[in-house]
């Protein structure tokens, strides 16, 4: 039986995906600093390593950074609604650039629409 991970074409697409959503991420105000990195390269690593593990790839990620703990690596950035709905624009250029069928491209979106919401950390600042 193949995983979400093959049927949507491995690395590569992950990839792209994550390649087109940190050309988004670069040129964002409110994004960009939440990247202490001067390159973004690292974080792209990292980002695609979880993706591909996370619909069944590699455990790559696992075996060199442990478990996601995700609301914890990003609880020193103030992930607010609208910092949510930046990744969500990027990630979507992310989706469209690598042309999945509908029934993917849906199962993938509702996976990262819940994961944004899920990191909101803070209220917007007043």
Known sequence: ?????DEIGGMETISAIVSKFYE???TDELLRPM????D???AAERFTLFLAQYWGGPTTYSETRGHPRLRMRHAPFPVTPTAAQHWLRHFRAGLDSVGLTPEQD???WDYVTHAA?????TNEPV
């Open 35 to 38: 990247y202490p990195e001067e």
């Open 24 to 26: 988004g991420v670069a």
């Open 106 to 108: 849906a199962q993938f």
């Open 1 to 5: 039986m193949s995983s979400f991970y």
């Open 40 to 42: 973004l390269g690292p």
């Open 117 to 121: 919401q899920f990191m909101v950390n």
